[in-house]
């Protein structure tokens, strides 16, 4: 299962690459078919190893350049490493957002008495580009932390949002309390960020 959902996952981004969104839609609904059969997999395992793949991978890359001096690569290289960087710092601040939303910081119910619930505001000091109070399945009011600080929402482009919103699987984002659903909630169409940080 692993293996079909990794070949669907590849042509999908290569699908992306050539601006073909029509088609890799097609290819990602399959995809998101077959994994909602089993959402969670718990292959923590192949995680581990794939991190210690990685961790050799740029540990030979680090001997290659050196700590110190300039030089030249080739292009292809450089875009290379800048897109694996981007990724695997993306999954992490996902399961660092995952992990939050699983642990959510209990807070005293005095500080976040009168605190507007479900309107997300932005954070520019961060830890994320929004924020937003609900009150959790205890009846606690949390802060939920949601968006990338360093990524533009490009939530204009259909092809884009459909893709976006297929990958996070936001036909069903799971409950208030989570960071993917006031994400999948930025991504809808009809409204703009602003709207959607002004309630409406």
């Known amino acids: 299962m692993r293996n079909e959902l990794d070949t669907f996952k590849k042509f999908a981004n290569k699908l ?3 601006h073909l969104f029509e088609e890799a839609d097609i290819v990602t609904e399959a995809m998101t078919k077959i994994a909602s059969d089993s959402e969670y997999d718990h292959e923590l395992g192949m995680v581990r190893n794939e991190m210690q793949t990685a961790k050799r991978a740029i540990e030979d890359i680090m001997n290659a350049v050196g700590n110190k001096g300039e030089g030249n ?4 290289v450089q875009s290379k490493i800048t897109n694996a960087v981007q990724m695997l710092k993306g999954v992490a601040d ?3 957002s995952e992990k939050e939303m699983e642990e959510p910081k209990m807070t005293t119910a005095s500080k976040n008495e009168g605190k507007k619930l479900n309107k997300p505001f932005r954070t520019p000091g961060g830890p994320k580009k929004f924020s937003v109070y609900v009150k959790n ?3 606690n009011v949390v802060k939920v932390n949601f968006g990338d600080p360093g990524l533009s929402i490009k939530r204009d482009d259909p092809g884009r949002r459909k893709n976006f919103r297929a990958r996070h699987n936001c036909d ?3 409950p208030r309390t989570k960071a993917r659903y006031w994400s999948c909630k930025n991504w809808e169409a009809g409204k703009s960020v602003t709207d ?3 309630g409406k």
């Open 73 to 76: 690569l080739m292009a292809w």
């Open 172 to 174: 069903s984002p799971g």
């Open 137 to 139: 399945e205890n009846g």
């Open 94 to 96: 996902y399961m660092a």
């Open 196 to 198: 959607i940080l002004k």
């Open 16 to 18: 992306d690459d050539l």
